[in-house]
C-alpha cells in the first residue's frame, strides 16, 4: 500500500527508527530519516520531492515534535504528520490533532496497526500529488495521461511489463486516482500460491480477496501463473459482476504474455484495456531520474552523506541497457552507497563489473573508430533530448541540425524518441 510514496521518519532511537524504516521499506516506500528537528526543518521545508507523510516522535533530543509541527505550519501546509509518543505525551497529541496534525499513535504499538494509521493518513490527493510519480520521460508521462483516463472506467486493466517496470505501483497509481481511492486495494502475488490455494485465495466466500477487495481495488499479479480451476471461476466472477459491483480487477504480467497464455476468453475480457511499460532500455532518461530520488532518501540517512552523483555517473546509467530495470538499478546503487571509496559515486562504483560505453585502454583491442564516434553522437542525442523533454524539434534546435537529420540520425544509432 506504501510503494512508491516518500516518507520523512523523525525518530532518534536507533532501535525503533530502524524497526520502522525497514517495515516501511518492505512496504515499498522510499523513506528519509531525520535523527534531529535541526536536520528535520530544513528537509521538510524545502524537499526536492514532496513528501506524502512524517512519521514525527513527539520527544526529540534538541526541540519537540510539536514544534517542528508548529514551525513548518508557518511556511504552509504541512505534509500528514503521524506523531509517536508514549502514555504521558497523549495530551499533547490530541492538542496537535487540534492544530492541524493527522494522527497519533501511543507506544508501544504494533507494526500492523502502525502502517494502518499511516496508510490512512495518506489521503488519495496526497499520494496523488503533482509532479513527476513514475518518471520525466515522455513515454512517463503518456503513461500518467494514460492512467488518468483508465481511472475512470470500471472494465478490468491488463498491466504488461518487464520485471522491475514497477507493474505494482502502476496499479496503485490508477486506484489512487480512481473514484474507489477509498475502498481497499488488495493485491495477490499468483507466484507465492500454489494451484490448490489460487482460487481459495483470490475468490473464497468472506475471506478471499474478491471479498477483502468490496468496492475497491484487486490486483492479480502473474496472471498467466492462474490455474485453470482459478481462471474458470474468475471468469464467471467477472461476467457475473459485469463491472456493475464488486471490485475492478486490475491483472498484470510480463511483456511476453500472449493470448495462449491463458484461456482466450479470459484473456480478451481482461485485456479489453491494456497497459504497456516500458523498460529502461527506451528511456534512459527514468533510469537516471529514479536514481537521484533514490540517492537522495539513501543519502540521508548516512552519517556522512554523499556529496553527490558525478555526471559520468549519470552518463553511465544512460549507457546501460537495464536488463533488471528498477529492481537492478536501486541493486547497484545500495551497493555502490556501501562500497564506495570517495565522497562522490562515480561509474565504477556502480558498474564495478565495467562501466557501460567506456572506451577499452591500450591494453585492450581498440574499438573501431567509428563505433567511438557512433557512442559520443549517441549520448550527446540522448542529453539533448533530455533537456528538450523529448521534443524532437527542440532537440534539433539545440545540435543545431535540422529535424530530419536528428530523426535519420536516431534510426541509425538505434535512439527511441518522440516528436
Not at 310 to 325: F, I, K, L, T, Y
Request: overall charge negative; hydrophobic content about 45%; proline content about 6%.
Amino acid at each position: 500500500m506504501l510503494e512508491g510514496l516518500h516518507i520523512a521518519l523523525v525518530e532518534d532511537d536507533e532501535i525503533m527508527g530502524g524497526s520502522i524504516l525497514q517495515r516501511l521499506e518492505l512496504e515499498g516506500a522510499r523513506v528519509v530519516w531525520l535523527k534531529t528537528i535541526h536536520r528535520a526543518v530544513g528537509a521538510l521545508r524545502t524537499p526536492r520531492t514532496p513528501f506524502d507523510a512524517v512519521v514525527c516522535d513527539i520527544r526529540l533530543p534538541d526541540r519537540s515534535g510539536e514544534e517542528l509541527f508548529n514551525k513548518l505550519c508557518e511556511h504552509g501546509a504541512p505534509p500528514p504528520f503521524l506523531f509517536m509518543t508514549g502514555q504521558g505525551g497523549a495530551d499533547q497529541a490530541v492538542r496537535l490533532l487540534r492544530s492541524g496534525a493527522a494522527d497519533y499513535l501511543t507506544k508501544p504499538f504494533d507494526m500492523a496497526q502502525f502502517l494502518e494509521r499511516l496508510t490512512q493518513v495518506i489521503t488519495p490527493q496526497d499520494s496523488a500529488r503533482k509532479g513527476p510519480w513514475f518518471g520525466i520521460s515522455p513515454m512517463a508521462k503518456a503513461l500518467d495521461s494514460d492512467l488518468a483516463r483508465l481511472a475512470e472506467r470500471a472494465e478490468p486493466v491488463l498491466i504488461m511489463g518487464d520485471s522491475g517496470t514497477g507493474k505494482r505501483l502502476v496499479a496503485q497509481r490508477l486506484h489512487s486516482l480512481s473514484d474507489r481511492q477509498a475502498a481497499p486495494f488488495v493485491a495477490v502475488d499468483l507466484t507465492r500460491l500454489s494451484p490448490d490455494d489460487m482460487a481459495r485465495e483470490v475468490l473464497e466466500p468472506d475471506t478471499g480477496a474478491f471479498a477483502r477487495a468490496g468496492e475497491g481495488i484487486i490486483l492479480i499479479e502473474r496472471i498467466s501463473r492462474a490455474s485453470d480451476d482459478l481462471q474458470a471461476r474468475l471468469l464467471a466472477a467477472l461476467w457475473a459482476s459485469n463491472g456493475a459491483s464488486g471490485p475492478r480487477l486490475i491483472a498484470t504480467d510480463g511483456a511476453e504474455l500472449k493470448p495462449d497464455s491463458l484461456r482466450p476468453d479470459l484473456y480478451f475480457h481482461l485485456s479489453i484495456l491494456t497497459l504497456t511499460i516500458p523498460a529502461f532500455r527506451s528511456r534512459p532518461e527514468d533510469a537516471v531520474w529514479l536514481m537521484s530520488r533514490l540517492f537522495e532518501g539513501m543519502n540521508a540517512r548516512r552519517a556522512v552523506p554523499f556529496r553527490g552523483i558525478s555526471p559520468q555517473a549519470e552518463q553511465a546509467v544512460r549507457a546501460h541497457d537495464w536488463p533488471g530495470n528498477g529492481r537492478e538499478l536501486r541493486a547497484r546503487l545500495m551497493r555502490a552507497m556501501a562500497m564506495a571509496k570517495g565522497d562522490t559515486i562515480l561509474p565504477v562504483d556502480l558498474f564495478p563489473e565495467g562501466v557501460p560505453g567506456a572506451v577499452p585502454d591500450a591494453s585492450t583491442d581498440f574499438l573501431p573508430l567509428g563505433d567511438v564516434r557512433d557512442a559520443a553522437e549517441r549520448a550527446h542525442i540522448r542529453g539533448a533530448l533530455d533537456r528538450a523533454d523529448g521534443s524532437l524539434t527542440e532537440a534539433a534546435k539545440l545540435l543545431q541540425i535540422g529535424r530530419s537529420t536528428l530523426w535519420e540520425k536516431m534510426q541509425k544509432l538505434g535512439i527511441d524518441g518522440r516528436g
